[in-house]
């Protein structure tokens, strides 16, 4: 049997729909559906929804809660999809949870773009969850960063490899 994947969503630029010029946004239904639907994933998947939040209003109340999400649910490959200002720090706290593989990801550009690289990390965050070792993990740019190993670089807009 194939072992299902669990994706979690906590909001993040992946979800955000925005409304006028001026930036207003609001964090809106999760994306994570209708892209595997789009991809025609045949991989048996289940997504919950944990919360509807940018990054930057993370809690850790709320990454407390992400974590016992993870140690609670019956998957062992688990993707979250999250904002990018705070996935690190997110990653930090999962760094305890031991017997899963858990790929945290997200995107730079809202999944209702045109041009989102949502779609692809996505992607790349579900064959990681089946394909890597237990341990925590961010997907982004095209690569796959083991969670100590990794920053957003502002400047660059871009998650880069730490020594």
Do not use: C, W
Request: aromatic fraction near 6%; proline fraction near 5%; charge should be negative.
């Amino acid at each position: 049997m194939i072992a299902p994947i669990l994706v979690l969503t906590t909001g993040g630029t992946i979800d955000k729909q925005y409304f006028d010029a001026l930036s207003e946004y609001q964090i809106a239904e999760p994306m994570v559906s209708a892209l595997l639907k789009t991809a025609r994933v045949t991989h048996p998947f289940r997504i919950a929804e944990l919360m509807r939040k940018d990054s930057l209003e993370l809690t850790d109340d709320d990454r407390t809660a992400i974590r016992v999400a993870v140690e609670q649910a019956p998957e062992v490959s688990i993707v979250v999809t999250h904002g990018t200002d705070t996935m690190v720090q997110t990653a930090a706290a999962l760094e305890e949870v031991e017997g899963r593989t858990i790929v945290l990801v997200g995107a730079l550009a809202p999944a209702r773009f045109a041009e989102s690289d949502a779609a692809f990390n996505l992607g790349m965050a579900f064959a990681s969850a089946q394909a890597l070792p237990p341990g925590v993990y961010i997907t982004m740019n095209g690569t796959v960063f083991p969670a100590r190993q990794v920053v957003k670089d502002r400047k660059r807009n871009a998650f880069v490899a730490t020594d």
